[in-house]
C-alpha cells in the first residue's frame, strides 16, 4: 500500500492530493451504489483525518452515468464542511 501521511509529510510537501474514482476501481457487481457510496464517505474521511496538518485536496475526482451530478455534489459537500468547520479539506477537481 501507500503510505499517504508519511508520503506528504515532508517540509518541501506544502499539501497532501488524493484521487478518488469508485466506478473504475470496482468492477461489475463487486459494489452496488450504496456500497460506492458508502466507500466515498469513508476513504474522504479516511484522506482528511490522517492526522496530517497541510491542506488537503481531492485533486481527481469522476464519475460515470446518470447519477454524477448528484455524487459530485456529495462530495463537495463533504469536502466543503470539513474546511467551513476547521478541517483540513481544501478543494476538489472534478477530473472526468
Known amino acids: 500500500g501507500v503510505d499517504f501521511v508519511q508520503n506528504h509529510n515532508l517540509s518541501t510537501i506544502d499539501f497532501g492530493v ?6 473504475n476501481w470496482f468492477e461489475g457487481d463487486a459494489c452496488d ?19 496530517l496538518r497541510k491542506p488537503i485536496l481531492l485533486e481527481e475526482v469522476g464519475k ?9 455534489l456529495n462530495v463537495y ?13 481544501a478543494g ?5
Not at 466515498?40 to 474521511?45: G, L, N, Q, S, V
Not at 463533504?78 to 478541517?87: C, D, F, Q, S, V
Open 18 to 23: 488524493f484521487h478518488l474514482y469508485p466506478d
Open 33 to 51: 451504489s450504496e456500497c460506492r457510496e458508502t466507500f466515498t464517505r469513508d476513504y474522504i474521511h479516511a484522506h482528511l483525518n490522517t492526522g
Open 64 to 72: 460515470k452515468g446518470e447519477d454524477r451530478d448528484a455524487f459530485l
Open 77 to 89: 459537500e463533504m469536502m466543503h464542511r470539513n474546511h467551513i468547520e476547521g478541517g483540513y479539506g
Open 92 to 96: 476538489t477537481v472534478v477530473w472526468q
